[in-house]
């Protein structure tokens, strides 16, 4: 049986936080996925095709019995094979709320096939025969009602009800007499519905707990790459509304070798605007601190650090383009080649406002000149740049764009002489056009997975940007 929170289409809601406070992670959830009432009917339809193809062909035991026949006496039958092949539901509903989520199917009607004998024994001789016979099982309600619970980073699913109940019956048999069809219809219509029923109920049972154990098996983890992974630990039970269903995982971003969160973050109140897509399927709803870890845990693993040499064969890199932004590099170095080293000094700060994403980042490029084998540095660059980001959804990722907005940049240190920033400000601006942000774009674009279940896919997302409210 299906998880019944699977789902097709999304509606992308992303929330900024509030100001950090020491508040220990494991009590919030950075990204929250809520099940509209679409959603829930879509999930309920999925979990239905899902159960019945698990449940058939479903095998019930052997029925036997002795009944009196007028004129004949006490007949000896059993059915044996008896196996439903075939389950149909005309109509079904699902209602949320507590105590938990309550599925019904009514209306349903099932095709058995089966084996019969009989033998009874007059004076002289033993009279026995046997055929087939099929079974049209109408009117079949089937309800279950399960609850989740958040129970260590993992969602446990308990059955609380369960229960079929079958309405009618019609059995025809393949051969025979005609006192037989009569015999076997008065002896056995009443224990075949209730095999049904106890067959029904028990596979039901069977299919929770496996689902349960499908669920407890969900990874904590979701692999980005050899440095880092998405926190998807579950931070408290799911809530179950009348009109959604809403589960929030931690979200954030860790190291694949240290499964702690980098830092304490406080995300603030949710967007009532998370709440108002009522013609999609889902929301899923990401805070902008899943942003923001994921630059510290790239941060802290040396990863935001890029060497710019004449490899890319940019002019700028020849201490001749800088005689007059920087003389004395000329003059003690003329005609040399140059490299440049980029790192960033912190981790991006990312807000998103109503309007997008706001991005600022923190550079130091240290300017080095390469005399024959030696890599000599002679000065140091501070900038700090404004980006705007446009995210968008690449199949089951968001992935998204830089573009540069402003910068400001300021001399660290100079070891030779002093740097006439303003004729330095177009070769930075270069830089960052044509090399640092097209990199950026292109790690970018790869994406970072959206956590949804294997084999489900997004259509028609929408993005929204939305303050949260303290």
């Given at each position: 049986?299906?998880?019944?929170?699977?789902?097709?289409?999304?509606?992308?809601?992303?929330?900024?936080?509030?100001?950090?406070?020491?508040?220990?992670?494991?009590?919030?959830?950075?990204?929250?996925?809520?099940?509209?009432?679409?959603?829930?009917?879509?999930?309920?339809?999925?979990?239905?095709?899902?159960?019945?193809?698990?449940?058939?062909?479903?095998?019930?035991?052997?029925?036997?019995?002795?009944?009196?026949?007028?004129?004949?006496?006490?007949?000896?039958?059993?059915?044996?094979?008896?196996?439903?092949?075939?389950?149909?539901?005309?109509?079904?509903?699902?209602?949320?709320?507590?105590?938990?989520?309550?599925?019904?199917?009514?209306?349903?009607?099932?095709?058995?096939?089966?084996?019969?004998?009989?033998?009874?024994?007059?004076?002289?001789?033993?009279?026995?025969?046997?055929?087939?016979?099929?079974?049209?099982?109408?009117?079949?309600?089937?309800?279950?009602?399960?609850?989740?619970?958040?129970?260590?980073?993992?969602?446990?699913?308990?059955?609380?009800?369960?229960?079929?109940?079958?309405?009618?019956?019609?059995?025809?048999?393949?051969?025979?007499?005609?006192?037989?069809?009569?015999?076997?219809?008065?002896?056995?219509?009443?224990?075949?519905?209730?095999?049904?029923?106890?067959?029904?109920?028990?596979?039901?049972?069977?299919?929770?707990?496996?689902?349960?154990?499908?669920?407890?098996?969900?990874?904590?983890?979701?692999?980005?790459?050899?440095?880092?992974?998405?926190?998807?630990?579950?931070?408290?039970?799911?809530?179950?509304?009348?009109?959604?269903?809403?589960?929030e995982i931690n979200g954030l971003f860790t190291a694949t070798d240290d499964f702690a969160v980098p830092r304490n973050y406080n995300k603030g109140k949710k967007s009532s605007l998370f709440y108002n897509c009522p013609a999609k399927m889902i929301g899923i709803s990401l805070h902008e601190d899943v942003f923001n870890t994921a630059g510290l845990v790239y941060l802290n693993a040396g990863c935001m650090h890029w060497i710019v040499d004449?490899?890319?064969?940019?002019?700028?890199?020849?201490?001749?383009?800088?005689?007059?932004?920087?003389?004395?590099?000329?003059?003690?170095?003329?005609?040399?080649?140059?490299?440049?080293?980029?790192?960033?000094t912190s981790s991006p700060a990312v807000k998103i406002a109503k309007n997008g994403i706001n991005v600022t980042i923190y550079l130091d490029v240290t300017v080095n000149v390469l005399d024959d084998s030696k890599v000599i540095p002679v000065a140091c660059i501070s900038l700090e740049i404004n980006a705007s980001c446009s995210p968008q959804i690449l199949w089951n990722k968001i992935a998204g764009t830089l573009k540069l907005k402003r910068?400001?940049?300021?001399?660290?240190?100079?070891?030779?002489?002093?740097?006439?920033?303003?004729?330095?400000?177009?070769?930075?601006?270069?830089?960052?056009?044509?090399?640092?942000?097209?990199?950026?774009?292109?790690?970018?674009?790869?994406?970072?997975?959206?956590?949804?279940?294997?084999?489900?896919?997004?259509?028609?997302?929408?993005?929204?940007?939305?303050?949260?409210?303290?």
């Amino acid at each position: 049986m299906a998880h019944p929170l699977f789902f097709l289409v999304v509606c992308l809601v992303l929330a900024p936080a509030a100001a950090a406070h020491d508040l220990q992670s494991n009590e919030e959830g950075y990204i929250s996925l809520l099940l509209s009432n679409k959603g829930v009917d879509f999930a309920k339809d999925v979990l239905i095709n899902k159960a019945v193809s698990t449940i058939i062909p479903l095998q019930l035991p052997d029925i036997e019995k002795s009944v009196k026949i007028p004129l004949i006496g006490k007949v000896h039958m059993i059915l044996s094979n008896i196996t439903i092949y075939s389950v149909n539901i005309s109509s079904s509903y699902v209602e949320t709320g507590n105590p938990g989520l309550v599925l019904v199917a009514s209306g349903a009607t099932a095709s058995l096939s089966m084996k019969w004998a009989y033998s009874y024994s007059t004076w002289l001789i033993v009279i026995s025969d046997s055929g087939d016979a099929s079974v049209q099982v109408k009117g079949m309600e089937v309800g279950l009602t399960v609850a989740f619970k958040e129970q260590g980073g993992t969602l446990e699913l308990s059955l609380l009800d369960c229960g079929c109940h079958v309405q009618d019956i019609t059995i025809k048999l393949n051969g025979g007499a005609s006192w037989l069809y009569q015999g076997i219809v008065d002896a056995f219509q009443g224990s075949i519905g209730s095999a049904v029923e106890n067959a029904i109920s028990k596979k039901i049972k069977e299919e929770i707990v496996k689902l349960d154990s499908l669920l407890q098996s969900i990874p904590k983890q979701i692999p980005i790459d050899h440095v880092a992974a998405l926190n998807a630990t579950f931070v408290d039970s799911p809530v179950l509304s009348n009109s959604f269903i809403e589960l929030e995982i931690n979200g954030l971003f860790t190291a694949t070798d240290d499964f702690a969160v980098p830092r304490n973050y406080n995300k603030g109140k949710k967007s009532s605007l998370f709440y108002n897509c009522p013609a999609k399927m889902i929301g899923i709803s990401l805070h902008e601190d899943v942003f923001n870890t994921a630059g510290l845990v790239y941060l802290n693993a040396g990863c935001m650090h890029w060497i710019v040499d004449k490899s890319l064969n940019h002019s700028f890199l020849n201490t001749a383009a800088w005689k007059y932004i920087y003389p004395q590099l000329y003059l003690q170095y003329p005609n040399h080649d140059m490299s440049l080293n980029i790192s960033a000094t912190s981790s991006p700060a990312v807000k998103i406002a109503k309007n997008g994403i706001n991005v600022t980042i923190y550079l130091d490029v240290t300017v080095n000149v390469l005399d024959d084998s030696k890599v000599i540095p002679v000065a140091c660059i501070s900038l700090e740049i404004n980006a705007s980001c446009s995210p968008q959804i690449l199949w089951n990722k968001i992935a998204g764009t830089l573009k540069l907005k402003r910068f400001n940049m300021s001399l660290k240190w100079s070891e030779i002489g002093n740097v006439h920033m303003d004729l330095l400000q177009p070769v930075i601006f270069a830089l960052l056009e044509t090399v640092f942000i097209p990199y950026v774009n292109l790690h970018l674009m790869r994406g970072f997975p959206l956590p949804l279940i294997h084999g489900f896919s997004l259509q028609n997302a929408e993005i929204l940007y939305t303050e949260s409210r303290s």
